[in-house]
């Protein structure tokens, strides 16, 4: 099924969704359509429990670049706007990181300032060899305002974080792999290969296990370290006994058949 909307297509297979941006010309920037339309998305997402994995996609050459010009000019000429249009995104990419099912941003051309911070609340990230990727805010004076300060540090650390931040480079395709920003880097023309391995390789796990897991890791990231084994233990208990997926997947071992997922 295709659902075309203003700003993307919402493609649903039959266990995973694509979130295809599509405003080529206008390099799929972030304007008011977007930030109306995309809550909605994904929380039809959330609500399809048939739905083990998310891609966020692109048509054109940028992934993302961010907040389109005309909302900017508006922006800067109302700061009342511009509050409102940061407290939207930012509820935004906190959606895409709470969901369910793991999301992917695959990334096949520029991604910067808004775009880069898009790229960033997704769980797991491939990129083509291509792609240009890069904060920049600074470039314009401008500070973050998407969750870049929040969430790359988390990611590469807070020296190289400031670094990328500051200087506003761009990432070549060797940085990319050596901090560790993305998952993987691969040519542009195996890109929908790679694609199609890694969402084979969640989709024939139940979502409530994705969404257990990523409870456990975003949650230990403001934890130290006894703090966040506790709480890894609660997790777990509370998702192996008190649920039927973790012991269906151990039975199912046992008993040499195909599990029966509930969720």
């Given at each position: 099924m295709v659902k075309q909307i203003k700003?993307?297509?919402?493609?649903?297979?039959?266990?995973?969704a694509e979130i295809l941006l599509n405003r080529p010309d206008e390099l799929n920037s972030i304007n008011e359509d977007f930030l109306e339309e995309m809550p909605e998305t994904l929380k039809s997402l959330e609500d399809d429990p048939s739905i083990r994995a998310?891609?966020?996609k692109s048509t054109g050459r940028a992934f993302c670049v961010g907040l389109d010009i005309n909302l900017l000019k508006k922006a800067f000429s109302d700061d009342d706007y511009f509050s409102s249009v940061l407290k939207r995104l930012?509820?935004?990419?906190?959606?895409?990181?709470?969901?369910?099912?793991?999301?992917?941003?695959?990334?096949?051309g520029v991604a910067r300032a808004g775009g880069?911070?898009?790229?960033?609340s997704a769980d797991i990230i491939l990129a083509s060899d291509t792609s240009k990727i890069g904060d920049v805010h600074t470039n314009f004076s401008v500070p973050p305002g998407g969750g870049s300060t929040s969430?790359?540090?988390?990611?590469?650390?807070?020296?190289?974080?400031?670094?990328?931040?500051?200087?506003?480079?761009?990432?070549?395709?060797?940085?990319?792999?050596?901090?560790?920003?993305?998952?993987?880097?691969?040519?542009?023309?195996e890109l929908e290969k790679e694609v199609d391995l890694l969402v084979d390789s969640l989709i024939d796990k139940p979502r409530s296990i994705h969404k257990?897991?990523?409870?456990?890791?975003?949650?230990?990231?403001?934890l130290d370290i006894q703090k966040g084994t506790e709480n890894e233990i609660?997790?777990?208990?509370?998702?192996?006994?008190?649920?039927?997926?973790?012991?269906?997947?151990?039975w199912s071992y046992i008993e040499n058949r195909d599990p029966d997922w509930k969720i």
């Open positions: 700003t993307h297509e919402l493609i649903i297979n039959k266990s995973f998310v891609l966020i930012r509820n935004i990419f906190l959606q895409i990181e709470s969901l369910s099912a793991p999301v992917v941003a695959v990334v096949n880069f911070e898009l790229m960033l969430r790359l540090p988390k990611i590469v650390g807070p020296k190289i974080a400031k670094e990328l931040i500051m200087s506003a480079k761009w990432l070549s395709i060797d940085e990319l792999k050596q901090i560790g920003l993305v998952n993987k880097v691969v040519p542009q023309t257990t897991v990523k409870e456990m890791v975003n949650t230990s990231l403001n609660k997790i777990f208990k509370e998702y192996v006994f008190g649920g039927h997926d973790a012991k269906e997947g151990f």
